[in-house]
């Protein structure tokens, strides 16, 4: 699911294509996309584009007389830049908005069709969609720690929890807490100052990292290749690969349709934190520490 590093970059890029233009219609080949009933698509037509935001994971398009246009990606959903009037890909398109200064076409890998869009008539009908998290990017510390240890979860899911914190998922909060040394399961009303104020830098520095280093790589083209997995990352997706920080080889733990990747010496003092399906089928098998591996 695009993050706020990706959707950074979409945002930079759909305010500098559209910003100013004029909004000419919306086209749809999905019934389940759609998930207001009001205003109408019509309503919208010859708006100009007022600006382009992000409200959690969602992005936010706003016309000028207050309506919005709001798309969330979940997490197969990818928009493109194509020219005026552009058809809407057979199978993976979704739909397709027209501007007076080109075409934005959502598609979506999965079958499963999560991608959502809503029609907006009011800023305070926006407010509604705020899951409520804070942006970690736009806070201090001590925000940050009073709202961390009020959350009840381990740092996993306080972090990917978008009532908690804005716009993380799954592969940058793995990075996160490689780069903070600390486990993805520890929950984060344990933790102490010292580890919250690692965190908080982590958090902040690698999400301005990643915006810079996607920024760099789609220049002024449209970013074509948002992804959860890059070859940059230290330990997302790199199961069994060794980590950069120091060479063990990274873990990981595969729980409902996501998973969490992280290196044991680094973040949990050599133990290994136990598969739910793996270590219940394995049981007294089940290695405890890195050594055991080897």
Not at 68 to 90: C, D, Q, Y
Not at 148 to 155: D, F, K, V, W
């Amino acid at each position: 699911m695009p993050e706020i590093p990706d959707l950074t970059v979409y945002l930079e890029q759909l305010a500098r294509r559209t910003k100013g233009a004029a909004f000419e219609g919306l086209r749809s080949s999905s019934p389940f996309l759609l998930r207001t009933v009001s205003p109408k698509p019509e309503a919208l037509v010859g708006r100009a584009v007022v600006d382009w935001r992000r409200l959690g994971k969602q992005l936010v398009c706003e016309l000028d007389g207050e309506q919005f246009i709001v798309i969330h990606l979940m997490i197969s959903g990818r928009l493109w830049w194509e020219t005026k009037g552009a058809r809407i890909p057979k199978g993976r398109g979704l739909a397709a908005f027209d501007f007076s200064s080109g075409t934005v076409v959502l598609t979506e890998a999965s079958k499963k069709r999560r991608a959502s869009l809503r029609l907006v008539g009011s800023r305070e009908e926006l407010r509604a969609l705020d899951p409520g998290g804070l942006e970690v990017l736009a806070i201090d510390e001590a925000t940050f720690a009073a709202r961390l240890r009020s959350a009840g979860h381990t740092l996993k899911r306080a972090l990917t929890d978008q009532h908690v914190f804005a716009g993380i998922g799954n592969a940058y909060s793995d990075e996160i807490l490689l780069h903070a040394k600390l486990s993805p399961f520890k929950q984060a009303s344990q933790l102490s100052d010292e580890e919250i104020a690692r965190l908080y830098a982590a958090t902040r520095e690698w999400l301005a990292k990643w915006i810079d280093i996607l920024r760099e790589k789609a220049r002024d083209d449209w970013p074509t290749k948002v992804t959860a997995f890059h070859p940059e990352m230290a330990v997302h997706g790199r199961y069994r690969e060794p980590c950069p920080v120091c060479g063990a080889p990274v873990q990981r733990i595969v729980y409902a349709e996501n998973e969490a990747n992280y290196c044991a010496r680094c973040q949990t003092g050599g133990r290994l934190l136990a598969d739910r399906s793996l270590s219940r089928l394995l049981k007294e098998n089940w290695p405890k520490r890195l050594e055991d591996l080897e």
